[in-house]
T-cell receptor, first 111, second 114 residues
């Protein structure tokens, strides 16, 4: 079982739609959580950190459920420019300390 | 530029050749990571340096893979006797805040082994 699992998609949504991505992680020692965005043939870039209380950044809302080991990302009012792959990322506090990436969920926003 | 710089951007190697991939991190970033990204997959961790010390190399897939960062700045990932399964994008990332801060990635080196 992979340490971070995501639905690969693709999610095809119309402009203006609300879309949600989910991610589960297997290592309960994970302490830090992030969503990264990766455009086609480009490098990953940090979209937002995920905090236990949930956090919002404009049209983006991230939630963390430690009990269920589940992370979500909600995008409201989707724009064409949101089309990308969204990578769920966790960081353990012990053992291997590097970030562990999921395989990504591809989003295609259509006009 | 101020970002992470990787070279070469593209490399085609014949099976059995050795390759060397270079990463020039953001100035002042003490942490440097190498990741391997296969098509349609997320980045997979290879190795991690803090300054010149290689603190974690548990992700290196075989002893054909070797990484160094001798002066705590530029890093080189070397792959000996390349195999077709080594074909991937090799991403370098650096971070100021150790292993918990935001990672800044380079554009990657795309390796194709024929």
């Amino acid at each position: 079982r992979k340490e971070v699992e995501q639905d690969p998609g693709p999610f095809n949504v119309p402009e203006g739609a609300t879309v949600a991505f989910n991610c589960t992680y297997s290592n309960s020692a994970s302490q830090s959580f992030f969503w990264y965005r990766q455009d086609c043939r480009k490098e990953p870039k940090l979209l937002m950190s995920v905090y236990s209380s949930g956090n919002e950044d404009g049209r983006f809302t991230a939630q963390l459920n430690r009990a269920s080991q589940y992370i979500s990302l909600l995008i409201r009012d989707s724009k064409l420019s949101d089309s990308a792959t969204y990578l769920c990322v966790v960081n353990r506090d012990t053992g291997r300390r590097a970030l562990t990436f999921g395989s990504g969920t591809r989003l295609q926003v259509q006009p | 530029g101020a970002g992470v710089s990787q070279s070469p951007r593209y490399k085609v190697a014949k099976r059995g050749q050795d390759v060397a991939l270079r990463c020039d991190p953001i100035s002042g970033h003490v942490s440097l990571f190498w990741y391997q990204q296969a098509l349609g997959q997320g980045p997979e961790f290879l190795t991690y340096f803090q300054n010149e010390a290689q603190l974690d190399k548990s992700g290196l897939p075989s002893d054909r893979f070797f990484a160094e960062r001798p002066e705590g700045s530029v890093s080189t990932l070397k792959i000996q006797r390349t195999q077709q399964e080594d074909s991937a994008v090799y991403l370098c990332a650096s971070s100021f805040a150790g292993d918990r801060g935001e990672l800044f990635f380079g554009e990657g080196s795309r390796l194709t082994v024929l």
